[in-house]
Nanobody, 120 residues
Framework: QVQLVESGGGLVQPGGSLTLSCAAS????????MGWYRQAPGKERELVAT???????MYADSVKGRFTISSDKAKKTVYLQMNGLQPEDTAVYYC??????????????WGQGTQVTVSS
């Protein structure tokens, strides 16, 4: 199995910044992609940013130029630097892992979520 440990959420004023991190551990053979999704009240969960094979970044149009995703392969960790936060960025942010386990199975796994609130 895979364990995902998220950290970094909180309350920030509009225009402020936060950094989220997500560390994966467990019986991991390889990582296909690892990234962040978010879900606001009454809305569906949506992609924020992800790193394909921990190399190629992809972003939602709504966060391009404001958010930066990065990764540390050795630590199996992804980071989401969020700048210029706006109230519409308020949501629960979830880390998602997709990869191959040592026993050959492919696994999708979600973190428990971390709340990001942007408010004055």
């Amino acid at each position: 199995q895979v364990q995902l440990v998220e950290s970094g959420g909180g309350l920030v004023q509009p225009g402020g910044s936060l950094t989220l991190s997500c560390a994966a551990s467990g019986s991991i053979f390889s990582i296909y992609d690892m990234g962040w999704y978010r879900q606001a009240p009454g809305k569906e969960r949506e992609l924020v940013a992800t790193v394909i094979s921990l190399v190629r970044q992809m972003y939602a149009d709504s966060v391009k130029g404001r958010f930066t995703i990065s990764s540390d392969k050795a630590k199996k960790t992804v980071y989401l630097q969020m700048n210029g936060l706006q109230p519409e960025d308020t949501a629960v942010y979830y880390c998602k892992f997709q990869g191959k386990l040592l026993d050959g199975r492919t696994l999708d796994s979600w973190g428990q979520g971390t709340q990001v609130t942007v408010s004055s």
